[in-house]
């Protein structure tokens, strides 16, 4: 899952990013208004963070933007103590949740979960297959109830098969939700990291589709 962080203050932003990379997510940043405009029409997120106050172009015109332009990524907007019209002019221009600052990281990280749960349709932190259970809380899975030893990458590409799970998912749009923008994007490896998940799972489990891509049961 690939989440755009949308936030001017350095520290915060460079929190969100360590925070939300420990989480199990891949992130973009963006720290004014006009990158995450371009950065939001034109990659593949699963969901933003969006803070209201920014340079160049302010939170809820990026976001009135995007949903004029179609995007309908999930998204939670940060606003500043007691501005309680923010709030309410954010989720008016398609604002999905939002968060007053200062804020506990426990707390945006399981709105965010709730978000990408609710776009995908899902209702538990658990996301299940057979036997393999994986959890988007602790970032962990398991399978038959033996903790399963996965690398970033890996990780990356079996949540987001469970995330999409009975759908074919295709190496482009893997490689667009485990990658960042500014990584060297091969969807060559995709192929890898599934070969090295299947060493690690039920051999039958991740289905090839023959030409269109992957398919978890
Ligand atoms: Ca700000």
């Given at each position: 899952m690939r989440i755009l962080i949308v936030e001017d203050e350095p520290t915060l932003r460079q929190q969100l990013q360590r925070s939300l990379a420990a989480a199990g997510y891949v992130t973009d940043a963006a720290d004014n208004g006009r990158d995450a405009l371009h950065l939001g029409q034109e990659e593949a997120f699963d969901a933003a963070v969006l803070?209201?106050?920014?340079?160049?172009?302010?939170g809820l015109s990026v976001l009135r933007q995007w949903r004029a332009a179609g995007r309908n990524l999930p998204v939670l907007i940060l606003t500043a103590r007691g501005e309680w019209h923010e709030r309410v002019a954010g989720i008016d221009a398609g604002a999905d949740d939002y968060l007053p600052k200062p804020f506990h990281m426990e707390e945006l990280l399981a709105r965010l979960r709730a978000l990408i749960r609710r776009a995908g349709g899902q209702a538990a932190n658990e996301l299940v297959c057979g036997p393999l259970v994986l959890d988007t809380r602790s970032a962990r899975a398991h399978l038959d109830g033996q903790p399963l030893t996965l690398t970033s990458h890996e990780f990356r590409v079996l949540a987001y098969l469970l995330h999409r799970r009975g759908e074919v998912v295709s190496r482009a749009e893997l490689s667009e939700h485990i990658y960042s923008y500014d990584s060297d994007r091969d969807s060559n490896t995709i192929e890898v990291f599934v070969a090295r998940l299947r060493k690690k799972l039920p051999p039958e489990m991740i289905e090839t589709v023959r030409g269109l891509g992957y398919r978890l049961p």
């Open positions: 803070d209201l106050g920014l340079p160049l172009l302010d």
